[in-house]
């Protein structure tokens, strides 16, 4: 029963990181599985994800905002079409890149400020008269 409710932990895990890729939701919506009615309920059922608790294990948050959207039809019929999904594989790499300079230039920032720190002589330390 343990061993049971770990692969299921494992397999969805694994499923719902993939739908961070635009191409593999394009793959899914061009053989038909985001019309059908029980893998869309499938697509609900996995929003348990979004809790921290679980949250927590995903490699791949991205896949979360996705799921949001794979909840809306139009978004779904959307991903039929291949230049939908090169588009947020465009958006999504902008994205990545931005955050990524972003994340570097603020840890520059930070390692800039811990050394004027140290470099500074601490308060209190004048000499007595």
Do not use: V
């Given at each position: 029963r343990a061993e049971q409710a770990r692969n299921r932990f494992q397999s969805e895990?694994?499923?719902i990181q993939c739908l961070a890729n635009p191409n593999y939701l394009n793959f899914l919506a061009q053989r038909g599985y985001l019309?059908?009615?029980p893998f869309v309920n499938y697509l609900k059922?996995?929003?348990y994800?979004?809790?921290p608790e679980y949250a927590k294990f995903l490699k791949y948050p991205?896949?979360?905002h996705m799921l949001e959207l794979l909840q809306?039809?139009?978004f779904r019929k959307e991903l039929v079409n291949a230049q939908c999904a090169k588009f947020i594989d465009e958006q999504q790499l902008l994205h990545w890149q931005h955050y990524s300079r972003k994340r570097t230039r603020l840890q520059q920032a930070l390692a800039e400020q811990q050394q004027t720190q140290q470099q500074q002589p601490p308060h209190g330390n004048?000499?007595?008269k």
């Open positions: 895990l694994e499923f019309r059908e009615k059922y996995l929003l994800w979004k809790e991205h896949c979360l809306y039809e139009h004048t000499a007595a």
